[in-house]
């Protein structure tokens, strides 16, 4: 898969994250008042970037930015990959009825592969065990829609050991898709060429993990 480059149009989102970085930090160490009002403005600033080149409103972004505490750090989503002759497990999402690898945000308190196993258990009814890293991706640099915040997206190989096809109260349908039969993507959650650059991984024990 060849490396994805942040096109200029979107180079406002980079900056207004920046931005948010710089002000929270500056939010959690600063001492001097008229030193937290400043990054209290350029937060207010950071949000007004993204209202005016998305579809979040400005106060919906400074809700979000109240609910960040300390230093700013990127975000992580865990995907789980299960591979099954020649085919991918993909789950189909409610909110947007459009297919997607199991997993999600991580949650406070599990390792990552904890996070996988319970994500792909609560998904798509499957029993797993983690194989390896296949690849860790920067959300940024690969054509998601457009996020507030930064996210660091794990995907780790798991073999099923149990359990059965059910769905959840977030995915309506679980099956395993084809290379070259992927059905609608929810392009949120994982993009085309990032599905391609999984199936390198199928029977390739050797192959490095991918990493931006």
């Known amino acids: 898969m060849a490396e994805y480059k942040t096109p200029a149009t979107m180079k406002w989102l980079q900056w207004a994250q920046q931005i948010q970085s710089i002000s929270q930090a500056g939010l959690t160490y600063a001492k001097d008042p008229f030193d937290k009002g400043r990054y209290e403005e350029l937060l207010q600033l950071s949000a007004e970037i993204i209202e005016q080149h998305s579809e979040h ?46 997993g999600g945000y991580c949650d406070i308190g599990y390792s990552p592969k904890e996070n996988v196993v319970k994500e792909l258990y609560e998904e798509s009814g499957y029993e797993t065990v983690p194989v390896r890293l296949l690849a860790v991706l920067d959300k940024f640099k690969h054509p998601h829609p457009a996020e507030i ?24 349908d679980v099956q395993f898709f084809s290379r070259h039969e992927l059905p609608p993507l929810s392009l949120g959650r994982v993009t085309p060429s990032q599905v391609d650059l999984l199936f390198q991984y199928e029977n390739a024990p050797n192959l490095a993990t991918w990493i931006d």
């Open 149 to 172: 915040f930064q996210y660091y997206k794990l995907f780790i190989e798991c073999e099923i050991v149990g359990g059965n096809p059910s769905t959840s109260m977030e995915t309506s």
């Open 57 to 102: 409103e400005m106060q919906s972004v400074l809700q979000l930015y109240t609910q960040e505490k300390g230093y700013q750090t990127p975000k992580v989503d865990v995907r789980g990959v299960v591979f099954h002759e020649g085919q991918i497990l993909l789950v189909k999402e409610r909110s947007d009825g459009r297919w997607t690898l199991p």
